[in-house]
């Protein structure tokens, strides 16, 4: 038996992936010699490529004793360590190795990893910084360095070196599919989905790759291939992370009923077994009631955040001569919450509040973003910026109140209040419910939204707002009247609207909607058309019930005062549950549009409540679906009640709280004012 010939071929068998070969051979070599350090390493490789790292520990570990200067096996046994996330003994292995090879690149770049799993991101990036250093053709450093650029939020120079290493390898696919979904984060997804596409032609099993690319098909509105993609993951692997969560929020936007159903029915086994990935936000589409949606919210925070951090502010008393008041939010733009916030803004007391923003999303580059910066003491681009960077700038700016407006909506910052950076922090606007947070102190909501008896329902206290909690930019401009011709609306028919997104719109009541129209001759609806694909799924529902097509009109895309301008063209606004109207029905009543709303069990259906009773027409709210068909049903059959309800909003935006600006400013600058003495007794601020 020729061992170094052995030796040679279980080498190469290793390197080639050829496990089952590598296994035989290696059993031959410790038959013949089974104490012998080379032969254990082997072993310890096998065992490591096999995922049985725990054996390979002990097999390292005895062939490091046997040869403390072997370099390989403590690579080895580093990379193991890593495997069972046991990361600092990694590191340990790594150091062990390059103080005996200080130009081992393999080290350097391994040791950047297990860095990054720790989070102690500066040093891991040193790390791959010196293992390229020493080999630029390093192509698994420039693809970690990626890796870990796209973990902190550096998209732009993950791409980079995505691309360094592609120009080593240009079937990397796990290059090209981090690169995809770096894309994907800078919100290039056509750019993105052909690189996705490669990597997935080269690992058509490989069940992160069709992740990613269902992502980008997501943003690309085209939710019905991405849910194919989830479904082929679904096949591969069952349980992949954060995959089943993923699927549910592209039914919902699909408006795929039959889906959103069977789904329905495990999300809340799923959520109170703390599946990752299921967020709150998608729940509430689901028809989830306060109870679930605050366990799914504290599900999602504590995986964000595992465990309370050490607070950044500790009680020190500022003594300011004004309240420094800080909001936080991915919004300031062309975004509702930043079409809602910036009057609000503008009128803030400046004798008593100086008003800071920390911005976490991109500039848009609309007037409002404009509007939004021009109104602030302070405005802070903190777009590119991780958690600990966020809280750390809030406490730096030794900030007395921190507003979250984001709540569990796309690029919140959460983590950086879970880090206590301010004496005061309270939620409000951007998301309808619980944070299910440690450090958030309030929730601020109205009697309706939030009434006193869903106070077990928040992990904040409630701040009930004068009227409403839902604010308006009263000096928006009302465009030119329209005619219903140049709308593509019927000019003498009954006008039912509803002007939500289409994922809003379940089957239970766009059903209710075709009774409407059966038993009101000639009637339409007048829908808001946001994606095509979503238009088709209305009209084949239509279809089923047996309606005439013709009937469903879809408004396109307009300029918002002339979209404004458009709802006069319509009689009746129609809101949804369990996902109601919010900013689409304060436009609505801002233009003179009665709204019919259905009082929901959560706070994401009780927004067309707040409005309408701030508004002074609480007669437009029902409480169950047989009463909202037929006060809908009465009102297109009584032009003249209708006619006075319109006449009444349109006096009441005089006088109604839900228009009046100036007091709604200072009933939310007396909350600020009560919640921080609530906090920090008198003496102390």
Not at 132 to 147: E, S
Not at 214 to 222: G, H, I, M
Not at 239 to 249: E, I, K, N, S, V
Not at 275 to 303: F, H, K, M
Request: glycine letters at 8%; hydrophobic letters at 45%.
């Amino acid at each position: 038996m020729d061992l170094k010939a052995l030796h040679q071929q279980a080498v190469q068998a290793l390197q080639s992936g050829d496990l089952a070969r590598a296994d035989w051979l290696i059993a031959q070599l410790r038959a013949a010699r089974p104490d012998h350090p080379l032969v254990n390493y082997l072993l310890g490789a096998l065992r490591l490529q096999q995922g049985r790292s725990a054996e390979a520990i002990g097999l390292l570990e005895m062939a490091h004793r046997a040869k403390p200067d072997n370099v390989s096996v403590l690579l080895h046994m580093g990379n193991a360590l890593q495997d069972l996330n046991r990361f600092d003994e990694a590191v340990t292995r790594y150091d062990m190795a390059l103080a005996l090879k200080p130009d081992f690149p393999d080290a350097l770049n391994n040791r950047g990893n297990a860095l990054g799993a720790q989070k102690k991101f500066d040093a891991a990036l040193a790390s791959f910084d010196a293992a390229l250093a020493r080999d630029p053709a390093h192509a698994a450093a420039w693809y970690n360095r990626g890796n870990l650029l796209e973990k902190i939020g550096r998209h732009e120079d993950a791409i980079t070196c995505f691309d360094r290493a592609l120009a080593l390898h240009p079937d990397h696919a796990e290059a090209l599919s981090n690169k995809g979904s770096a894309l994907v984060e800078l919100h290039q997804s056509d750019l993105a989905l052909a690189f996705l596409e490669q990597a997935v032609a080269l690992k058509p099993s490989q069940p992160s790759f069709r992740m990613n690319r269902a992502a980008a098909l997501s943003q690309l509105d085209r939710f019905g291939e991405a849910l194919a993609d989830y479904e082929q993951v679904a096949a591969i692997a069952p349980d992949f992370p954060r995959m089943f969560g993923q699927m549910a929020l592209s039914a919902l936007h699909a408006c795929d009923s039959a889906r959103m159903a069977k789904i329905g029915a495990e999300l809340p086994a799923r959520v109170r077994a703390g599946e990752a990935g299921i967020d709150p936000w998608t729940l509430i589409s689901y028809g989830a009631g306060n109870e679930l949606l605050q366990t799914c919210a504290r599900n999602v925070v504590r995986e964000a955040v595992p465990q309370a951090l050490p607070p950044l502010w500790n009680g020190e008393a500022y003594g300011h001569t004004r309240i420094r008041l800080a909001y936080v939010s991915a919004d300031f733009g062309a975004h509702p919450v930043g079409f809602q916030l910036v009057e609000l803004l503008e009128r803030h007391d400046r004798s008593r509040f100086e008003v800071i923003a920390l911005s976490s999303g991109r500039d848009d580059g609309s007037d409002i973003r404009g509007r939004i910066v021009a109104a602030c003491d302070q405005f802070h681009d903190m777009s590119q910026a991780v958690d600990q960077e966020v809280a750390e700038m809030l406490r730096a700016l030794e900030v007395d109140i921190a507003v979250d407006l984001s709540g569990h909506t796309h690029g919140n910052r959460l983590g950086a209040f879970e880090r206590r950076p301010a004496p005061v922090q309270a939620t409000w606007l951007g998301y309808p419910g619980t944070t299910g947070a440690r450090e958030m102190d309030f929730i601020l909501g109205d009697m309706i939204v939030t009434p006193p008896e869903h106070q077990p329902f928040y992990s904040e206290t409630i701040v009930a707002l004068p009227g409403s909690f839902f604010p308006i930019d009263s000096g928006k401009e009302m465009g030119a009247p329209l005619t219903r011709a140049e709308a593509g609306l019927p000019q003498d028919a009954f006008v039912f609207c509803c002007f939500n997104r289409e994922w809003k719109i379940t089957r239970t009541v766009f059903d209710g909607w075709m009774r409407l129209l059966e038993q009101v001759p000639g009637s339409v609806l007048w829908l808001r058309e946001y994606r095509p694909a979503a238009r088709v799924t209305l009209l084949a529902w239509a279809q089923q019930s047996g309606m005439d097509t013709a009937r469903l009109i879809f408004a396109g895309h307009a300029p918002l005062d002339v979209h404004l301008a458009r709802h006069a063209l319509a009689d009746l606004f129609l809101d949804t549950l369990p996902y109601g109207a919010h900013a689409t029905a304060a436009d609505a009543l801002w233009a003179g549009l009665p709204v019919l709303t259905q009082l929901g069990d959560v706070f994401a259906g009780r927004v067309g409540a707040s409005l309408l009773t701030a508004a002074g027409l609480p007669e437009l709210i029902a409480h169950t679906a047989e009463d909202y068909e037929a006060a809908a049903l009465a009102l297109a059959r009584d032009p003249d009640r209708l006619r006075g309800l319109r006449e009444k909003l349109m006096a009441n935006r005089a006088t109604a709280p839900l228009f009046d600006m100036a007091q709604f400013t200072r009933g939310l600058e007396s909350a600020y004012e009560t919640m921080l003495r609530e906090k920090i007794r008198p003496g102390t601020s």
